[in-house]
Structure formats: structure tokens, C-alpha cells
């Protein structure tokens, strides 16, 4: 996996997470993992774990996902996957009702409020992150071209990468409409893989489906 895939696409991770607290912690988790043991987490929180993680394995070999990073300039496309996490977040909440019946603005507030909720549970990392998300409304300012570009040139000031890399915000309205078409392709191949998968149905199996969907061999531990 890209060292720096799974950065900032929160929405997408919480939309495939189930109605519960404990799988919205571990859809979230696998952004914040690092120094966490996985001997502390509940059954429930590893399966959703693993599910976050097979959303990352199967973004990250889909071709049009890795076409998508190459509509980059040479010089930005190490920060590629940062950009396109952003934008698909940005392309979902443009593209809801072709695939909700939901709106989604009345979603955002209910999972804002079931975040906040969440709160005391979260590793204090994850905790500090969510209440920006749901206090700043993050998922708002996603819905705006605008509002990606602003988060990305505020990522290279805070020094999250390189400060010479905040100009990979002025590619993306050249590469906007190239982007939403991957995006529109792309998306329910991923609903459709994650439902077939059914990770955190039974969380005693998560770790043999996660094995299954992703044909992958991994460790015996999260």
C-alpha cells in the first residue's frame, strides 16, 4: 500500500462502516493505527478494521484508480493519492443521489452527531482529528472544489508534505471532470466489493474474509 493512501477519505471509509459505534472507530482506525495495540480492540472494531483495509487494497489496484494518478503532472504525483482521496470524497457528496436515496446534508448531520457520540472511545489522535471534522465541517467544505484545494494547500503549510507540493491544488480543476468520470466507474465496484465481502457481518471470521476478498496472505493479527 502507498505510504500515503487512506490520508483523508474519511467519508468514504464512515459510509462503509455499519450504524454502530464500534465500526465507526474501526473504519476510522485504519488512518490512526500507528502505536495502537491490536490485542486492546474488540472483536467488532477489528473486523471493521479489516474492512477499512479492504477499501484501501481495493482502491489502490483498481486500473482506473491508478490511471487517475498518472492525469498528474510528474512532479506532483507522489502526493497523488492524497488528492485523489480528497476528490472522490468531493465527487461522492456531488454524485449522492445517484447512488442514495438519502440527503446528504440530513446524513452528515446524523454522522456528525454519531461521531461526537463516538468521541471518548477513539484513540486521543483519532478523538482530536473527528472533533475538527465534525466542528469545522469538514464534509461541508468537501462538497466545494474550493474547499479541497484550501484543505490541501493548509496540509502543505502544517508541513503534512513537502510546502513546494501545495501546487497539486491547482491542478485539480483541469483534471476535475476526468476525475468524477474515474470516480463514477469506479464507485460501485467498491459498494459491490464490499457487500460481497461482508467483512464485519460475523467479526469471528474478518480476518478469513479479508483474506478471501483481497486473495492476499497476511498475519494472524491486525
Given at each position: 500500500?502507498h505510504?500515503?493512501?487512506?490520508?483523508?477519505?474519511?467519508?468514504?471509509?464512515?459510509?462503509f462502516a455499519?450504524p454502530n459505534?464500534?465500526?465507526?472507530?474501526?473504519?476510522?482506525l485504519?488512518?490512526?493505527?500507528?502505536?495502537?495495540?491490536?490485542?486492546?480492540?474488540s472483536p467488532?472494531?477489528?473486523a471493521?478494521?479489516?474492512?477499512?483495509?479492504?477499501?484501501?487494497?481495493?482502491t489502490?489496484?483498481?486500473?482506473?484508480?491508478?490511471?487517475?494518478?498518472?492525469?498528474?503532472?510528474?512532479?506532483?504525483?507522489?502526493?497523488?493519492?492524497?488528492?485523489l482521496?480528497?476528490?472522490?470524497?468531493?465527487?461522492?457528496?456531488k454524485h449522492?443521489?445517484?447512488?442514495?436515496?438519502?440527503?446528504?446534508?440530513?446524513?452528515k448531520?446524523?454522522?456528525y452527531?454519531?461521531?461526537?457520540?463516538?468521541?471518548?472511545?477513539?484513540?486521543d489522535?483519532?478523538?482530536?482529528?473527528?472533533?475538527?471534522?465534525?466542528e469545522?465541517?469538514?464534509?461541508?467544505?468537501?462538497?466545494?472544489l474550493?474547499?479541497i484545494?484550501?484543505?490541501?494547500?493548509?496540509?502543505a503549510?502544517?508541513?503534512?508534505?513537502?510546502?513546494r507540493?501545495?501546487?497539486?491544488?491547482?491542478?485539480?480543476?483541469?483534471?476535475?471532470?476526468?476525475?468524477?468520470q474515474?470516480?463514477?466507474?469506479?464507485?460501485?465496484?467498491?459498494?459491490?466489493?464490499?457487500?460481497?465481502s461482508?467483512?464485519?457481518?460475523?467479526?469471528?471470521?474478518?480476518?478469513e474474509?479479508?483474506n478471501k476478498?483481497?486473495?492476499?496472505?497476511?498475519s494472524?493479527?491486525?
Open positions: 500500500m505510504k500515503l493512501r487512506g490520508v483523508m477519505n474519511y467519508l468514504a471509509h464512515l459510509l455499519q459505534t464500534n465500526s465507526r472507530i474501526g473504519n476510522l485504519g488512518d490512526f493505527y500507528h502505536g495502537i495495540n491490536p490485542e486492546l480492540l467488532a472494531v477489528t471493521a478494521l479489516y474492512n477499512h483495509r479492504a477499501v484501501d487494497w481495493f489502490d489496484q483498481d486500473p482506473d484508480v491508478r490511471a487517475a494518478r498518472l492525469l498528474f503532472s510528474p512532479a506532483m504525483r507522489r502526493f497523488a493519492p492524497i488528492a482521496d480528497m476528490l472522490f470524497d468531493f465527487c461522492l457528496i449522492w443521489p445517484e447512488f442514495f436515496d438519502s440527503d446528504f446534508n440530513d446524513y448531520k446524523r454522522l452527531q454519531s461521531l461526537t457520540g463516538d468521541l471518548p472511545l477513539m484513540p489522535a483519532m478523538a482530536k482529528t473527528v472533533k475538527a471534522v465534525t469545522q465541517d469538514w464534509f461541508g467544505h468537501y462538497a466545494e474550493a474547499g484545494q484550501y484543505s490541501l494547500q493548509r496540509m503549510s502544517r508541513g503534512r508534505f513537502t510546502a507540493y501545495a501546487a497539486i491544488a491547482d491542478e485539480l480543476p483541469e483534471l476535475q471532470l476526468q476525475i468524477e474515474v470516480f463514477l466507474r469506479f464507485f460501485p465496484k467498491l459498494q459491490l466489493f464490499i457487500q460481497q461482508a467483512i464485519e457481518q460475523n467479526p469471528a471470521l474478518a480476518f474474509r479479508y476478498a483481497t486473495g492476499k496472505d497476511h494472524s493479527t491486525a
